[in-house]
């Protein structure tokens, strides 16, 4: 048994996607949220740069006594998640490789769309974790530079972002794929617009279930899930804007966020 | 709904432990089992040897109308399971990602030994595969030589045995690790034996189970599981001595081993 919280983190508000999943699955478990409003989002960055801010990020949850982290983020994990592994003490579990599965698992004719930031397409991770469980597979990618913030700024349905998404899209479906990737933590919250555009012969395969999944098991295998009986407490931290943090949290996560604390991390 | 069997083989009986798990988990599927016992074990050939004989059986089996095909050897799939993905039309399940799987969730001082056959061992797919999931992970590796040959004559208790693993273990048991990878499907048959020597704070880690769940998983997201309301038919071939297959069959997989029959591969 283990009572300490468990850390998520991302460039802004997409991680709630995920923590959306691992309360529902876990809802004992108190969450330490952070989000790195101030520097996201981290998509156009270079690699080394997100990296840098994922080290930082895990030891600053490191310090604050989490039992386990989730990098709640594609651009994060991508860019970072070996170095984040080997540097923390608490088990580190990131975005990619549940996706990914999740993906071989659902293909039929093993062509497999993915979409996500510029950074994450760039480092090709998604193609390398996929070959690494089908080696048959055959990967094709898009980066969606606009939609990391549409989302952040709560722009989630309309023509314009329609017109955007079908845009993306329109490359991948003429290569007939029949799953997609959501590579991004953002994306399912443009889910039902994404849906629509890429069509019922699509399934859209986000890894928040999949990365919820992973954390229950970790936990339960280690005997490290929580056992008080009080009530779990989450705490909410951003580096930035946090009003809009408030805001946009309510809508993607829930009354869950009752209140944002600012943190600086430098 | 696909009502085809599943194809499962190994180069001996090893495979047996998977296909138990499989059909306690999927009591609905048929299978086909193929042993490859006039070539094997496989552990002490070389990679491209076992990489030609894994393409070779999987090639029958998909020719036998199989939906999926688990590579049941931690040997052939180490060796062969990428050029098989390649090869195949159908889903293929490799024994040693699942395996890793189960192991990197179930450590919490992150030191896995692992114990296979030589050439699993060497193929050093083991560490690959943990390092993908737990860059921070330390992976001890031991080859068993000896193992594989006793599980297949049926020697699974008795002095001579202990001795063999207590020798096997001990060095990754001074390195400390708190879990241990039955990296060859034969193993999981002297699992109490190892349990013994390995002692309490050691967990076992027995890829079977993860193998099942991956081909449930697998079959249930595409919507291929039997739907037939007949009895499954299980089929078991085997390229050399029937006999000892049928007795061992018993032994080591149940009453489902009514008849084995005699196929020529080459």
Chains 1, 2 share one sequence.
């Not at 996201?40 to 989490?66: C, H, K, N, T």
């Not at 690494?132 to 972002?161: I, K, M, N």
């Amino acid at each position: 048994m283990n009572d300490r919280p468990i850390g998520i983190f991302d460039s802004g508000m997409g991680g709630f996607t995920v923590m959306r999943k691992v309360i529902d699955r876990l809802p004992d478990e108190s969450v330490i949220y952070l989000g790195d409003n101030a520097r996201g989002p981290f998509g156009p960055r270079d690699l080394a740069e997100v990296r840098g801010f994922a080290l930082q990020i895990a030891s600053y949850l490191e310090d604050l006594g989490v039992k386990l982290i989730v990098i709640a983020c594609n651009s994060a994990s991508a860019a970072g998640l070996l170095d984040v592994q080997r540097r923390c003490r608490v088990p580190v579990i990131g975005v990619i490789e549940p996706g990914a599965r999740g993906a071989v698992q659902a293909t039929v004719n093993r062509r497999i769309g993915v979409i996500g930031t510029e950074v994450t397409v760039r480092s090709r991770v998604y193609p390398r974790a996929i070959h690494a469980l089908d080696a048959g597979a055959r990967v094709f990618s898009r980066a969606c530079p606009t939609l990391v913030e549409r989302v952040e700024r709560g722009e989630v349905s309309g023509d314009e972002v329609e017109r955007e998404v079908r845009d993306y899209l329109a490359p991948l479906l003429r290569k007939g794929i029949d799953t997609l990737i959501l590579g991004c933590t953002h994306y399912p919250l443009l889910q039902p617009l994404i849906a629509r555009v890429a069509g019922e012969g699509v399934v859209l395969i986000n890894s928040a279930e999949e990365v919820a999944r992973e954390v229950e098991e970790k936990l339960m295998r280690r005997g490290h899930l929580r056992s008080s009986q009080a009530s779990p407490r989450h705490r909410f931290l951003f580096t930035g804007d946090t009003e809009q943090a408030l805001r946009l949290g309510r809508m993607f996560l829930g009354p869950e966020v009752a209140e944002v604390e600012r943190v600086f991390l430098e």
